[in-house]
């Protein structure tokens, strides 16, 4: 008795962890580029280049321009996920510069409510609402999202893949909303970052524009070449509804 007893409480957390853990696709850059064929356009190919790419949420803000001097002048361009309510609605033109300056825009929701919570329809709206005003400012649509908090579940992959959204989170994260030291920010990104990484750092912090230009040194000494999200999965396609995770 206490046998099938046990055994039966290990299958159900085993149905549990099931259900729980792998409720939507996901993959990495390095396995969606092992699969793909063809060749790359432009100077750097990730499955040769020790490639990592560089992402800022929530933005565009007052200190987002600074930071696009910074990567004007090294010749560099990173993935955006912006926020609409507070930013691109305040600063239209700082997302018509990252575009124009050749950045990568992706779509972070309009208010950074957690999709998970909300209903089907709330979760798309906050999507939609920033695709137009992305198209409206650069003319184009974003192809990637980032979900607030990098929570998403089944629900909220459907709605990618019907919007043509690819999800995109990340293996590094400085924690920049809770530390204004630029120098604790720079040694986390570096105590992280690996080959194929994703980092995330948010422009709109007082502390992490400041860090960047450290960043930047440390990982072009490390032999690093710093890309977009859609430049490290290539000559993979970002697929709508696929959660990418280093």
């Known amino acids: 008795m206490a046998v099938t007893t046990a055994v039966a409480a ?3 957390v085993a149905l549990t962890m099931a259900l729980t853990v792998t409720t939507y696709d996901h993959t990495s850059p390095r396995a969606a580029r092992a699969k793909a064929s063809g060749s790359v356009a432009g100077k750097v190919d990730c499955r040769k280049a020790k490639c ?7 933005g565009p803000s007052p200190t987002t321009p600074g930071l696009l001097d910074i990567l004007k002048q090294k010749g560099l361009h990173v993935t955006f996920f912006v926020q609409g309510k507070g930013h691109i609605a305040k600063y239209p033109e700082i997302l018509r510069r990252m575009a ?8 972070h929701t309009w208010t950074h409510e957690r999709l998970t919570d909300l209903g089907t329809e ?3 709206r906050e999507l939609t609402r920033t695709q137009d005003a992305v198209e409206r400012i650069t003319g184009s649509k974003p192809g ?4 607030p908090e990098g929570r998403t579940n089944r ?5 990618c893949r019907d919007l043509g959204l690819a999800q995109v989170l990340w293996s590094v994260t400085a924690k920049d909303y809770e530390t204004t030291d630029s120098a604790l920010i720079t040694k986390r990104v570096l105590d992280q970052t690996h080959r194929d990484g994703i980092i995330l750092l948010h422009d709109l912090h007082k502390g992490t524009v400041p860090a960047v230009p450290g960043i930047l040194k440390a990982l072009e000494q490390r032999g690093y070449t710093i890309v977009t999200v859609s430049r490290l999965l290539a000559p993979a ?3 709508p509804g ?3 995770r280093p």
């Open 144 to 147: 990637l999202m980032r979900p």
């Open 242 to 244: 696929m959660v990418y």
């Open 122 to 124: 709330d979760a798309r």
């Open 155 to 159: 629900k909220v992959a459907g709605i």
């Open 52 to 58: 990592v790419a560089l992402t800022f949420d929530g």
């Open 100 to 107: 124009d300056e050749g950045h990568e825009i992706g779509n």
């Open 10 to 12: 290990v299958l159900t």
């Open 237 to 239: 396609e970002p697929r």
